[in-house]
């Protein structure tokens, strides 16, 4: 790229816009444009269900842990991220469930890495690119965060575009890029030197 944030766009789908959400908010020093293609993991996390919590906390090890169903194994992915713990073998991360129960304090760190709740303190940031656009289907069941991260930020000063478009979580992505995503760099970055 050229060495110049006025020509640096980020962009990407699902955890790709989740990626760019938060990114974009920390960096606005390297990008000039984002674009939040049906962004998951926007609001804060909570506990897995009772149910869920028991299966989830007898994993022992990785083969076990891929048997679990999505949820299951969704809930292993977000302790990478958002709760690791290098002393606690073989997962090395912290659960959200200890003895049965939600623990609150790794509850408390999934919190702290949603981006609807870091769009306060990330206005600054925000405001400094030259466009922002969001996207998501009417069909696709992020759509409801999707749109609330677009009315946070214009509430807080923020512009913004948003489109829900005619599909679900994956059957246009292809479309968007070509047709949106493309685009919409192509007009809103600098390609001169």
Not at 24 to 32: A, H, I, L, N
Not at 43 to 50: E, F, I
Request: glycine content about 8%; aromatic content about 10%.
């Amino acid at each position: 790229t050229l060495a110049d944030r006025r020509s640096r766009g980020l962009a990407g789908h699902s955890m790709g816009g989740y990626g760019t959400a938060r990114l974009g908010m920390k960096y606005p020093d390297v990008f000039g444009a984002l674009y939040i293609m049906s962004p998951c993991c926007l609001s804060a996390r909570g506990a897995p269900p009772a149910s869920a919590m028991a299966a989830i906390e007898a994993v022992k090890t990785p083969e076990e842990a891929a048997k679990l169903d999505f949820l299951g194994r969704a809930t292993f992915a977000v302790a990478a991220a958002w709760s690791p713990n290098p002393k606690k073998p073989p997962f090395y991360v912290d659960l959200p469930v200890k003895d049965g129960a939600p623990d609150p304090s790794v509850l408390a760190r999934w919190a702290a890495n949603a981006p609807l709740a870091m769009v306060d303190q990330y206005v600054f940031n925000l405001k400094k690119y030259k466009a922002i656009a969001i996207d998501v289907g009417d069909q696709d069941g992020l759509r409801v965060d999707a749109e609330a991260l677009h009315n946070h930020m214009a509430d807080a000063g923020v512009e913004n575009s948003f489109e829900v478009y005619q599909g679900d979580h994956g059957n246009r992505v292809a479309d968007r890029f070509e047709n949106h995503v493309l685009p919409f760099f192509a007009k809103v970055l600098s390609f001169q030197k």
